[in-house]
């Protein structure tokens, strides 16, 4: 089965609805949601979307979530949505260069693992511009949904 279509383990679903339940209990409460079209990644989406409440037939799809993803084309997506709290699902290694882009560097310094989550307050989104308030590996969020 191509990489693409492969879906999530049953570890995987049992370890990102944990993660979900994580951020949850940090005070996340997105208004919109935003997934790469990929199995996994919509699959994860769907696990955060029940964590929250959200009705899965709004998360919208999109290819700025996929690996070959522009990061200022993610950004001006954003700003089409008018949403306070965004959550995005997608791909390594294109999320670190969409949080190395948000940070002005090269690198992030960072990997997000699977269900990671890095959480920005943004001022503006082109040029980027805000704050880094939290990069939480999905096992620390395992343990704050305890």
Do not use: N, W
């Not at 948000?102 to 997000?112: K, M, S, V, W």
């Not at 920005?120 to 805000?130: A, H, M, N, R, V």
Request: glycine share 8%; with cysteine; charged share 25%.
């Amino acid at each position: 089965m191509p990489d693409a279509e492969r879906p999530l383990t049953l570890r995987g679903r049992k370890r990102s609805r944990a993660a979900a339940e994580g951020l949850r209990a940090l005070g996340a409460k997105p208004d919109a949601m935003l997934s790469s079209p990929l199995v996994r990644a919509e699959q994860t989406a769907k696990l955060f979307a029940q964590a929250f409440d959200f009705p899965a037939d709004e998360i919208r799809l999109t290819d700025t979530l996929k690996s070959s993803g522009v990061p200022a084309d993610l950004l001006r997506e954003l700003g089409k949505l008018g949403a306070h709290e965004v959550m995005c699902f997608g791909h390594e290694p294109h999320l670190s260069h969409v949080i190395a882009y948000l940070l002005h560097t090269r690198t992030a310094g960072t990997e997000l693992r699977r269900a990671g989550v890095a959480c920005f307050e943004l001022k503006t989104l082109l040029p980027p511009s805000g704050l880094l308030v939290g990069l939480y590996s999905a096992k620390a969020l395992r343990l704050l949904g305890k």
